[in-house]
């Protein structure tokens, strides 16, 4: 603990903008066929270093299985909230869930990224007893906390019991408990972000573990029978105070993103596909009137494809669905980043106006019909998948993996790990940089990464940018 906030504790979006650039990258690597344990990339991202692009150092976990997915940092800017209990620890510690083996990896980072090592360990056993829940999926550091969302309940299955979130402390790594209080009709779970001086949160639905741990079910697909519902919850109070219904045709509701300043109270969801025509959409919600309000503001068509093109899953279809899969908002909140991880399409929208989203750039790279190459050559397998954003905005950094066996399914040629990164013009437009190109040791793909000094997915902002 130090004894002064963390100087990557910023109060508002605008002063995260005006920090330094990142140093450093982090990324999840997972075994698909878990013949060896997963592992954390360390990448130098300074331009003009004499390691620009290479992997500078790895962790690899003890433990076979685990299926990184997604992660986080123990703290973050939510810290300098006024009724925040912990605002002089440090953001030094990366908390890496297991998706399939419920396992929690805790990774100190200090006092050198390059020198990162396992801190502590909690095994799958500890968040059962004190929860109820299995599948850790994503990290919010909170201003009480770390947050943990899940995607199953009890028992072997993880459907004993609807899936939740679950609180852990934020310095010794004990798991408390749940949070959830009233959960109304809540029974899925996916994402969860917040809007803290506005005191609420909204969740997200993608499906329990029978539906997606051994690849996606086209008859629960087609029946409409994975998420497609917003959850707004009384943040304090921990109770879910409205649910919105999406409509069963459009299935997964995944990533939610709250604009990052509080006076703002809208935010986006991405709908994986509609089951009606195969098309992706973009969603904005917002308050107004002590009620949540929900409206699709933009669609991405499929791509008509020749059978051979198709992964046998599609051919039925005769064409490629975009698959929706991540999206990320700039801190500045103009431009939401959009990863079409079936179609290979990178998108940015201007969302100055939240409910008119403007196509502003564009680039194609991989893809299921496509196969775009990377401008440098390199064979860039599968599509753009998660996506993150340097604090200034100039830089969007992505990965190829989407979750093992759906990638199998979906990209049966293989998946190798790929992590590449595009620029951005100072009024919007993408540019793949042409000398960023990370590739991951044989036999790992990449999934999920975050930044040295946190990044616009894993801080939430106390105080109103001027």
Known sequence: MTMRPDPTFHASPKLAMEAPAENFAYTLLLSPDFSKPDALAVIDVKPGSPTYSQIVHTVTMPNKGDEFHHFGWNACSSALSPLAGHAFIERRY???????????????????????????????????????????????????????????????????????????????????????????PQTLHYDFWWNLPRDYMVTSEWALPPQFENGIVPEDLLSNKYGHRLHFWDLRARRNVQTIDLGANHQMALEVRPAHDPVREYGFVGVVVDTTNLEASIWTWWREGGKFHAEKTATIPP?????????????????????????????????????????????????????????????????IARRTPHPNGKTFAAGPQMVEISRDGRRVYWTNSLYSTWDDQFYPDGVPGVEVMANVGRNGGLELDKDYFVSFPDGYRAHQIRLEGGDCSTDSFCYPSV
């Open 303 to 367: 791509e008509p494809a020749p059978k051979e093109q198709l992964p046998p899953l599609l051919q039925g279809f005769g064409a490629v669905p975009p698959l929706v899969t991540d999206i990320d908002l700039s801190m500045d909140d103009r431009f939401l980043y959009v990863s079409c991880w079936g179609t290979g399409e990178m998108r940015q929208y201007d969302v100055s106006d939240p409910r008119k989203p403007k196509l502003a750039g564009s680039v194609h790279i991989g893809g």
């Open 94 to 184: 990366l908390i890496i869930p297991g998706l399939r083996s419920s396992r929690i990896y805790i990774i100190d980072t200090k006092p050198d990224p390059t020198k990162a090592k396992i801190h502590k360990i909690i095994e799958p056993e500890e968040v059962f007893k004190k929860t109820g829940y299995s599948r850790p999926h994503t990290i919010h550091c909170g201003p009480d906390g770390i947050y943990v969302s899940t995607l199953g309940g009890g028992g072997k299955d993880g459907t004993n019991g609807p899936p939740g979130v679950f609180i852990m402390d934020c310095e010794t790594f004990e798991v408390l408990g749940r949070w959830e209080i009233d959960r109304g």
